[in-house]
């Protein structure tokens, strides 16, 4: 028997998205959430989880087409974005343009996902990050989400026709939470704006903005897997973003690990009821349901910050499908089905069910 090893890098074989013709997909319609019937989903991990993405897409938009995929977004690494665990390898910006090219041929719109809220004047000409610009231009239409201004002012001097959205990450360094004013001024200046993570669940104050600002300009991420209340989410992207400077300085990794112990981030939990102070920022059905109530329509289910493409999956089937009791056994079948159906290779990370998960290339 061959041993079982995990690849070596992040970097995914350029034809992941192959053309290809495909048996009629079964109709798994009655899965779709009535619910949020209307909701606009984004979905996270190009260049990062990309056949765990795929795998998604053939199933939602071939089998449960009432569920509507607006967007998919994500990032090659670039000055402009951030790692949150492994640094992934370089993509050359052939390979990008080969695997954009495919992407713009699926029905969902591409998000450029820079993610970096603290991109430096100096730090503003990057040769991978101007390529992805330069490519993403040439796509029928151009979406960049940034969380940097130094970035939306390049970009919207150099591409005026881009439509500029402001990414979660822009909210926290800014320091957003509870700011309706600022919202007011973004709203005013990008396409659309995510939401600070603490902004989504607050429930007064999400009465308050749709009373005063139109709902369908903000996005709200739905699967944020960082504390509620952290006291330290701008910190943490600062020592990221340090990172990303200079990968081979040990002092921002201490930094970030002493920031993880100091909020315990890392005893992190799904379920309110264990301990609130440990609760993650992870949408529960009803508060999603309560800012669906009040005209929120967009939705992100993010990648960046999960360890594997196995829990990204679960969070797409948790969030789109419908939360009925008698369908629960279905959707884990569906979860299962999609995860064989990720091809190689997968992260680095170890995730704790790597030596029991079985892929087609094990």
């Known amino acids: 028997m061959s041993d079982i090893s995990q690849p070596q890098s992040f970097v995914i074989a350029p034809d992941i998205f192959p053309a290809s013709a495909q048996k009629p997909a079964p109709d798994f319609s009655f899965l779709a959430n009535a619910a949020f019937a209307d909701a606009r989903w984004n979905i996270g991990g190009i260049f990062l989880y990309d056949s765990a993405v795929r795998a998604a897409c053939d199933f939602l938009l071939g089998s449960v087409p009432a569920i509507r995929i607006e967007s998919l977004s994500g990032a090659p690494p670039c000055l402009w974005t951030l790692e949150w665990f492994s640094a992934r390898k370089l993509v050359p910006p052939a390979e990008i343009f080969s695997r954009l090219r495919e992407i713009a041929k699926l029905p969902p719109q591409f998000v450029l996902q820079l993610d970096n809220p603290f991109v430096r004047a100096e730090d503003a000409e990057d040769l991978v990050g101007d390529s992805l610009l330069q490519i993403c231009s040439e796509l029928p239409q151009m979406h960049v989400s940034v969380a940097s201004e130094t970035l939306a002012e390049k970009i919207r001097a150099a591409f005026p026709k881009a439509q500029l959205h402001a990414g979660a990450n822009k909210a926290v360094a800014e320091n957003a939470r509870g700011n309706v004013d600022y919202y007011r001024v973004a709203a005013e ?95 529960s059905h009803s508060e999603l349901a309560h800012a669906y109530g009040l005209g929120f329509r967009h939705f992100r289910i993010q990648a960046e910050t999960l360890r594997s493409e196995i829990a990204f999956l679960y969070e797409i089937v948790h969030f789109l499908l419908t939360n009925d009791p008698e369908f629960w056994e279905k959707k884990a079948f569906v979860a299962t089905e999609l995860a064989s159906n990720v091809r190689e290779p997968v992260p680095i990370v170890k995730t704790g069910i790597s030596a029991f998960s079985m892929r087609k290339y094990d």
């Open 189 to 283: 200046k990008f396409f659309r704006v995510a939401l600070h993570p603490e902004d989504a669940y607050d429930k007064a104050f999400l009465e308050k903005l749709a009373n005063v600002l139109p709902p369908e300009k903000f996005e709200i991420v739905a699967n944020d897997s960082c504390l509620r209340a952290c006291p330290l989410r701008r910190e943490h992207l600062a020592a990221l973003a340090k990172i990303r400077l200079a990968p081979w300085d040990a002092r921002p990794l201490q930094e970030r690990h002493a920031l993880l112990a100091k909020a315990g981030c890392e005893e992190v939990s799904n379920t309110p009821s264990r301990d609130p102070a440990r609760c993650a920022a992870l949408l």
